[in-house]
């Protein structure tokens, strides 16, 4: 897996660009890339999102996307990570376990308890990565096509969350979400910069 540190992308811009990053994976000319970078506010969304989970007083842009999962917000203060992977050449597993996985331990490594969860049947998803109460530190939508995937994380480190009171994450209504600055004060230690965070994530993806 190689990593490219990416600075604030317009989320358009990235999409774009990543479908020529799924392109050259797909025709073998480019190796397993794991891209980190943050986007300026934006509300993306699944095909299957209800309108009533957007926000609906206009004070986000909204976008739709080809991933799955439904409302995710992306803007300053998070860390979002791309993963453009041959799953073929990887070998058979479930990469967004994976995922959950790799993100748990880079954030056991900066200090902080983290814990994936099982979704109920019938439940909205609960793919993510969690605090031990159940407070919402990233979320995950992927893409699978030709088997390269594409899209990945969006992770919470010094973001407002206030911008969650205006729509409906994830089809989770009353979710908490939360971020590394939040559970920092909480214990009263400093929250990481980005850079380390970038850091740990690439080391427990393999970046």
Known sequence: ???????????????????????????????????????????????????????????????EVDRGGHATYHGPGQLVGYLVMNLRERGPGDVVRWLELGLIAALAELGFAAVRRETPKGESSLVGVWTPEHHKLASIGMRIRGSVTSHGFALNIDSDLDVYDRFTACRLDGVTMTSLRRLAEAAGVPTPAESDVRDAVARHLGA
């Open 1 to 63: 897996m190689v990593r490219v540190d990416l600075g604030e992308v317009g989320y358009t811009e990235a999409i774009e660009a990543m479908r020529g990053w799924v392109a050259e994976r797909q025709a073998g000319t480019a190796p397993d890339r794991l891209f980190l970078l943050s986007h300026p506010p934006v509300v993306t969304y699944g095909r299957h999102t209800p309108p009533g989970d957007l926000p609906q007083d206009g004070s986000l842009q909204t976008v």
